[in-house]
Nanobody, 128 residues
């Protein structure tokens, strides 16, 4: 079992910055990839970013490339999402997720179905 707990600022102004954190506990050594997803009101959950723990390889949804950075501190078992220049359309509940399923294809991890552990979510609101 892996437990995930998100934390971070809830409110930000457009053009500012904020950082989300996801603290992992339990059998963290069994996770291959960790990711961030988000769900805005009335919309489906969407992939934001993922990081492969062994290589620190990353991938992002196009709309956040160049603005968001995903990273991990393996010593602290914590994953971060640095959100620079957030936009009002980034407003959503953000979820961290962990996958204990191995795939050589990084694209495998763009789907929420590829993750078996989820955090409770944290609200991010970006004002214009």
């Amino acid at each position: 079992q892996v437990q995930l707990v998100e934390s971070g600022e809830g409110l930000a102004q457009a053009g500012g910055s904020l950082r989300l954190a996801c603290a992992a506990s339990g059998r963290t050594g069994s996770t291959y990839v960790m990711g961030w997803f988000r769900q805005a009101p009335g919309k489906e959950r969407e992939f934001v970013a993922a990081i492969r723990r062994s290589s620190s390889s990353t991938t992002y949804i196009d709309s956040v490339k160049g603005r968001f950075t995903i990273s991990t501190d393996n010593a602290k078992n914590t994953m971060y999402l640095q959100m620079n220049s957030p936009k009002p359309e980034d407003t959503a509940v953000y979820y961290c997720a962990a996958s204990t399923i191995y795939s050589a294809r990084f694209n495998y991890y763009l789907s929420g179905a590829s993750y078996d552990y989820w955090g409770q979510g944290t609200q991010v609101t970006v004002s214009s």
